[in-house]
């Protein structure tokens, strides 16, 4: 097996709110290509450990490290950012699929993925306009270009927020519980965008609670609980040797 | 110019002249109306930016400017403004300085009461805009100007209609310093003329006009309507 890249590297990172240690010391290193699913209970930390990746929280101590590139080194037990130029440019490497989508409600479903390629990308509204029209094709949402969220399904809506990210092109896409916002009959059509992507060898790290998907579209699987990581293994390793904490869990789930 | 239109008006009741001359006291008051909302809509604006502001300098002191302008009343503000340079620094501007004395009471006041309306819109949009914006790259302006301000208008239409309704009655006030807008020169007329005639006639206009401005605003409201 040749060595990949490593697109995503976290080392020993703490997070506290209000005293509260909510990660207490997690490292996770994530190759291209690979998927890696976050499973655990209610409050394990899962959100948590997102943000930080995503840069919307700010570490207390750790390392955060993209492409080998660092956006906060751990100086004397406290964490380091990078400059403000730096952490635009290292924002560029991923996207955020949100539980409850985000999209921007006074924009069309095209405008909310060609807005930020236009404005931020400075790409002409013309590729933009191509590359919106490729997505919504892919994800099967040609005909809702012109319409706006409030007049999609929840699944469709969580689609075109899953489109609005992969059209900056990041090479890691992080999802937190995609479908939990979800009817159960509607999370079928996202889990089976996420599985097709898995399929094309898009970087993922997704925090789910579907245990059955997890365990499909995983190449390796982390249990969270109180913090820190308790079990760590291919979906096989979790599913088939679960240590007693994940057992019960995974038990509890179905 | 008014008080001998005033002088010829005394002798015989002309309607017609008496239309034409409330006519150019609404354009005083229209006057008043446009120069308000042009100034005190951004500024209202400026100053919710400083009631939220992280700075506690700056958060207290607009707070103090909001509330003492929310909290006294619009007629001692224009008083204060008109004849408070006098008495501060015997300066004095003259007549000239009214028309501007009221327009900057006006805006001041109105600046005030928009921005709590702004900061109420502005703090009612979830998080999440804000940091969906943020991971796909928008600057923080690009982020106001782009995300949030579009659907705080939206949000804030209903109360700004409000007080769009409220000042044009209030431009009424600007007769305490003598202004020649409508209701200065209804006043006027029906004092001379000792009949009530005029001041209805003020009434009318200042009715037509606030349904105008509520259905420029309901119009308004229509065309945001094509989201949610
Ligand atoms: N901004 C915050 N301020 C204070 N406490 C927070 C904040 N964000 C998270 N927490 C706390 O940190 C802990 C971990 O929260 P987190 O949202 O990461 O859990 P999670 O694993 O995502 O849970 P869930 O499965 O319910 O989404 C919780 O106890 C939560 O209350
Ligand atoms: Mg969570």
């Known amino acids: 097996m040749t060595q990949r890249q490593v697109l995503l590297e976290m080392n020993h990172v703490k997070k506290s709110f209000d005293g509260v240690q909510v990660l207490s010391d997690i490292s996770l290193a994530v190759q291209e290509g690979e998927v890696v699913s976050i499973i655990g209970p209610s409050g394990s930390g ?45 924002r560029k490497v991923f996207g955020l699929v949100f539980q409850n989508f985000q999209l921007f409600p006074h924009f ?11 404005h931020v990308e400075k790409v002409s509204q013309e590729e933009a306009d191509s590359r919106a029209e490729k997505l919504l094709a892919q994800l099967g949402l040609s005909d809702k270009a012109d319409n706006y969220p409030y007049q999609l399904s929840g699944g469709q809506q969580q689609r075109v927020s899953i489109a609005r990210a992969l059209a900056l092109q990041p090479k890691i896409l992080f999802f937190d519980e995609p479908t939990s916002a979800l009817d159960p009959e509607l999370t079928g059509e996202v889990l089976k965008v996420i599985k097709e992507l898995a399929r094309e060898h898009m970087t993922m790290i997704i925090v789910t609670h579907e245990m059955q998907f997890a365990r499909e579209v995983s190449d390796r699987i982390l249990f969270m609980e109180q913090g820190v990581v308790v079990q760590e293994g291919t979906p096989d390793e979790i599913f088939e040797n679960p240590v007693e904490r994940v057992r019960e869990f995974i038990g509890k789930l179905g | 110019m008014i008080e001998t239109g005033l002088l010829l ?3 015989n009741i002309d309607l017609l002249r008496m239309f034409s001359q409330l006519g150019e006291g609404f354009v005083v008051t229209l006057e ?10 951004p500024l209202g604006l400026l100053v919710s930016f400083g009631r939220m502001s992280k700075n506690c300098v700056i958060r207290s002191i607009t707070k103090a400017y909001i509330s003492v302008m929310r909290g006294t009343p619009l007629m001692l503000q224009i008083f204060v403004v008109y004849f408070g340079p006098y008495y501060l620094f015997e300066v004095s501007f003259g007549t000239g300085y009214r028309f501007p004395a009221v327009i900057i009471a006006f805006v001041l006041n109105y600046a005030a ?13 979830p998080k999440g805009q804000y940091e969906a914006a943020e991971v796909l790259g928008y600057s923080k302006l690009q982020t106001f100007v782009r ?3 579009p659907q ?18 209030d431009t009424s006030l600007a007769f305490t310093i003598s202004i020649a807008e409508m209701f200065t020169i209804a006043k006027q007329i029906a004092a001379a003329q000792t009949t009530m005639i005029p001041l209805i006639g003020a009434g009318v206009f200042y009715f037509i006009f606030n349904l105008l401005v509520a259905l ?6 229509k065309s945001l309507d094509y989201y949610r």
């Open chain 1, 46 to 90: 899962k959100s948590t450990l997102l943000r930080l990746a995503t840069l919307l929280e700010r570490l207390d101590d750790g390392e955060l490290i993209y492409m080998g590139e660092a956006a906060a080194t751990s100086e004397n037990g406290k964490s380091v950012y990078a400059s403000k130029e730096k952490l635009k440019q290292l």
């Open chain 1, 108 to 118: 069309s479903v095209r405008k909310n993925i060609t807005d930020a390629l236009v």
């Open chain 2, 9 to 11: 008006a005394q002798k």
């Open chain 2, 32 to 41: 008043i109306f446009v120069l308000t909302l042009l100034f005190s809509l």
């Open chain 2, 113 to 125: 009461y928009f921005a709590e309306i702004y900061r109420a819109g502005i703090e009612s949009m």
């Open chain 2, 147 to 149: 995300i949030i301000l």
């Open chain 2, 152 to 169: 705080v208008i939206k949000r804030i239409l209903p109360p700004v209609t409000n007080e769009t309704i409220t000042l044009v009655k």
């Open chain 2, 216 to 221: 420029g605003m309901e119009k308004l409201e």
